[in-house]
Structures are given as structure tokens and as C-alpha cells.
């Protein structure tokens, strides 16, 4: 066998070297090693002497010249190559998809593409992060079918334009089979049948050419959001969600609004505003790369003037971004009407209370969607949430202290997990997932800490006006008390009470 036919199971693909670089290597040698950063080159000054006869697989053994053992370990430390010194022989055109790691990686990814040029470019561009991540590659759908359907993946990106099975199509298959499995649309085709099929069944949204790192940066957050729901089951759960669910007036006054010729965008933002479910899909649309901004979009009045009415038009009434609930049996104790005057009383109560404008215009958003884990919940798991609302009411306990008792997490980490899969502003994401728990937070009234607020006066301002509630406070005192506000309470409560016995008119 040839030394020109080796392949390192460091890289999987030694790149090519050039002429410049190394002037020594040239013709069939730098054939049998293609790519742009080769760094195996101590392979050819190295002495070695061959052992086995399996045409797959030897090993080696080194004749250390003086002083090459030290060299010899820097590399060999630098590429990752394992203290027994593999290597992997096999033809330059080998059909293997998976690129081969040194050690065992944390997370699967599956990359579809039909370029078979623009899947080496990913391979490449990826090759630092294969002690992180195992890649596989697929050239069209049913190819990344057949991969699902034989192997766990953690993140599936596909483009969208493909023969025969398109972006989309995939999605929903995937949805279908594994619904926990991150979907990611990574395509430089955009337009608005794209979108209309494709946002029902993806989670995130990004635009070709794209960043190395700005990719990998979406990946490892969309993979960290596990850290937030440890339970596989309750994340296939929560994956499985395109929308979540819409109070059905809010619906109906929205599409009234898009359709009249001479509406505005203030009036339709108003109405948004007024609904958890359509607040987070508009938000999660308008920081995708369908629409290329370069900035986060963190309220929902920005996020109208940016898409504008026809897209809304598009979107609301095509796509249908929304669902409106309808529940199959009544959950005693739930209510999406108080539900979301709960959530829009939150919302006016973080947009008063003393904040940078950075932060307040983040911490509104965080406190209408602070409880959007309920409507997961209500809508995927009502027998456990009336449960749960029936031991809370009689143990007057808060809901967030019974439900990791009944499902092992809470609908704060459940709502937190699913913007983040939505790669809303990681702010607003964390807010919403830690509202409860607030004394991991860092101090100071940020985004965090407005929110907590919010969601507590809100509740008690909600038992002052006569709704039913357990009768218990969702104040974490030791922390008000270290943000040095326990003294504005008193005031925060009357302002709370006030806002709670204006009408909300749509």
C-alpha cells in the first residue's frame, strides 16, 4: 500500500498542500490529499514500518532519528491523533458520508444538501469542531431519511430548494419521525412560498454564504437549549410545536385588521401585542434570515414596521402562523382568556418600571411571553396540566412548585426551551425560563429581574380584581430584597392594580 493513499483519522481528509508550502510534495501525492490546510505532512519525514494486512485499517510503529519524538508528540497533540497512532487507509474517493472523529463527540449533526461541492466547503469549514460534533452528510432527502431512520441525530440543516424532496418536505418528515430533532433551514434561497412551507416545520432560519462561526454559534445554542429540559420525552413534546396556540378573538380581530385596505401598522402591532402565541412567531420570523436584518428585533412594533402588512398578510393568512385553541375536553382551573390578560397585565407593568430603554424593550416581550410554556402544556399535555392546576389550587401552593413533582420540569424551562429553539433574543429567552428562579440571576434590574417583578405584581393584581388563584405570593423576597426594591413595592402594587382595571379593547 501507498503512502500517497493514506487518510488521517484525525481529519478524515487531509487537505492539499501547496507548492509554496511545502515544495517537496507534488503530483500524485498531493492527489491522494485534496483540501486547502493540510497539516499531515510529518507522515512523509517521518521513518515508519507497516504492520497487518487488512487493506482497511494498519497501524505503525516509529524508528524515532534523534529528536523526532518530541516533534512527533506536538503534532500528533495538535491533530488529535490517538496515543496508539491509527490511521485509517482508504481510497481518495471514498463514499463514506460520516466524517471520522478521534473521540467521542457530544452532538450528531446531519448537513443535506444535493451541491456535493457545497457539502465538502461544510466539511471543511467544520473540521475544528470534530471532537464536538459527529457530521454526516446527505445529498437529498430521502438520503437524510434513510440516515434518521437508522442513527440518533441531534440537529438536522437542510437547504431548501432540492429535487424531488425539497427543505420542507423534509422537515415534516422529520417532524414526523423524530420530533426531537432541531430543524434548521440553511438555504440562499428566500422567498414567500419558501416561507409559507417552511415555517410551520422549522425551528430556525439561516441565509447562505453563512459565517463559519455565526453557524456554529447557531448550532451550540440551539443544542444548549437541552441544558433547559433535560427530559428527552418532554423535548420531543415541545420540538414537535410549529405554533403555538392563539386565542380565537385575538385571531379574528387580527385577520379583520389585515384584510381592510387602510388599516396601519400601529393598529395591527396593537393587536399582536395582545396574544403570547402570534407575539413569539412574529418575533421568531422577523430575527430569521428570511428577512436578513442585522439587528434583534426585541418588540413586536418594530417587528410589524420590519415585515411590513403584505408579508404579514402572507404569513397570517397563508402560512397561517397561528392556530386558534380549541381545546378537545375543558381544563378546570385553565383559562386562555384570563391566560392572556395575565400576560398583556405583565406586559404594561415591565414597560413602567424603571429600566434602561435596552432593557425594558426586551423585558416587555419577556414578561407577555413568560408563562407561553402554559400553552404547551394546555395544548400537548392537558390531563397532566389540570393535574397539576388541581394540586396547586388545593395545596394553594404555585403552579411552579408542583409541576417538576408531576413532569419533572416546569412550563417556565418548557416555554424558555421552545424560543429558544426559535432563536428568539437570548435576553428574552432567559428571562422567560428563569422567571421563577431568579437568584441564579446576576443582579440588578435587568431583564430578568424585570420580568420576575412583572409576572408577581401582575398575579397579585389579578387576585385584587377577583380572579381565582391559589392565594400565595411569586415574589423570591431574599431576591427583591439583594435588588434593593423592596421599599418601591408598595408603589409598583398600585400602579399594578390600575393597569389591571383598564379595559384591554382589540
Known amino acids: ?31 491522494a490529499f485534496p483540501g486547502a490546510d493540510w497539516t499531515c505532512w510529518p507522515l512523509l519525514i517521518l521513518p515508519m514500518h507497516w504492520h497487518g ?13 534523534p529528536g523526532i519524538g518530541i516533534i512527533w508528540r506536538l503534532w500528533a497533540w495538535r491533530t488529535g491523533l490517538t496515543s496508539g497512532g491509527s490511521w485509517r487507509a482508504e481510497s481518495p474517493s471514498r463514499k463514506d458520508s460520516r466524517m471520522p472523529n478521534p473521540s467521542t463527540p457530544s452532538k450528531r449533526i446531519l448537513f443535506v444538501d ?27 432527502g430521502a438520503e437524510a431519511l434513510a440516515l434518521i431512520e437508522t442513527a440518533s441525530f441531534d440537529v438536522v440543516v437542510t437547504d431548501m430548494r432540492m429535487p424531488g424532496m425539497d427543505g420542507a418536505a423534509l422537515l415534516e418528515r422529520v417532524r414526523e419521525l423524530r420530533p426531537g430533532i432541531i430543524r434548521i433551514v440553511l438555504s440562499g434561497f428566500f422567498d414567500m412560498e419558501a416561507a409559507v412551507r417552511a415555517v410551520p416545520v422549522a425551528h430556525q432560519f439561516l441565509a447562505k454564504p453563512c459565517d463559519p462561526e455565526k453557524l456554529r454559534a447557531a448550532i451550540d445554542r440551539a443544542c444548549g437549549c437541552n441544558d433547559m429540559l433535560p427530559d428527552e420525552n418532554t423535548r420531543r413534546i415541545v420540538g ?7 386565542l380565537p378573538r385575538t385571531c379574528a380581530a387580527l385577520m379583520r385588521a389585515l384584510e381592510e385596505p387602510e388599516v396601519s401598522l400601529e393598529e395591527v402591532g396593537r393587536i399582536i ?3 403570547v402565541g402570534i407575539t413569539a412567531k412574529v418575533l421568531q420570523l422577523v430575527n430569521s434570515a428570511f428577512f436578513g436584518l442585522l439587528r434583534e428585533i426585541t418588540t413586536v412594533r418594530m417587528a410589524v414596521n420590519y415585515l411590513g402588512l403584505e408579508t404579514l398578510k402572507h404569513l397570517v393568512l397563508t402560512a397561517e402562523i397561528f392556530r386558534t385553541f380549541h381545546p378537545e375536553r375543558n381544563i378546570p382551573g385553565f383559562s386562555l382568556e384570563e391566560f392572556q ?7 404594561q407593568i415591565a414597560a413602567r418600571l424603571p429600566a434602561s430603554k435596552a432593557v425594558s424593550s426586551s423585558a416587555v416581550i419577556a414578561a407577555v411571553l413568560h408563562d407561553a410554556g402554559k400553552l404547551v402544556l394546555a395544548s400537548r399535555l392537558p390531563q ?25 420540569t416546569g412550563h417556565a424551562e418548557i416555554g424558555g426551551y421552545l424560543l429558544g429553539l426559535w432563536a428568539l433574543p437570548p435576553p428574552i429567552v432567559d428571562a422567560v425560563c428563569r422567571h421563577h428562579r431568579p437568584e441564579a440571576g446576576e443582579g440588578g434590574l435587568d431583564v430578568l429581574a424585570i420580568t420576575h417583578l412583572a409576572d408577581a405584581l401582575a398575579y397579585e393584581a389579578a387576585a385584587i380584581s377577583g380572579n381565582d388563584h391559589p392565594g400565595c405570593s411569586l415574589f423570591d423576597e431574599e431576591y427583591v430584597s439583594r435588588l434593593g426594591v423592596a421599599d418601591q413595592l408598595p408603589e409598583w402594587r398600585e400602579l399594578a392594580a390600575q393597569l389591571a382595571k383598564a379595559p384591554a379593547n382589540l
Open 1 to 31: 500500500m501507498r503512502r500517497s493513499e493514506l487518510t488521517c483519522s484525525a481529519c478524515g481528509d487531509c487537505p492539499k498542500p501547496s507548492s509554496t508550502q511545502f515544495p517537496g510534495i507534488t503530483g500524485r501525492k498531493q492527489e
Open 53 to 65: 494486512r487488512s487493506p482497511r485499517r494498519v497501524t505503525m510503529s516509529m524508528a524515532w532519528p
Open 114 to 140: 444535493d451541491e456535493p461541492c457545497l457539502l465538502q466547503g461544510l466539511q471543511r469549514m467544520l473540521h475544528s469542531q470534530r471532537r464536538q460534533w459527529d457530521l454526516s452528510f446527505a445529498k437529498s
Open 240 to 246: 414537535a410545536i410549529g405554533k403555538l396556540p392563539a
Open 273 to 275: 401585542e395582545q396574544d
Open 341 to 347: 390578560e395575565h400576560s398583556r397585565l405583565a406586559g
Open 384 to 408: 397532566e396540566f389540570a393535574l397539576m392546576l388541581r394540586v396547586s389550587a388545593k395545596d394553594r401552593r404555585p403552579l411552579h412548585t408542583v409541576e417538576p413533582q408531576i413532569i419533572g
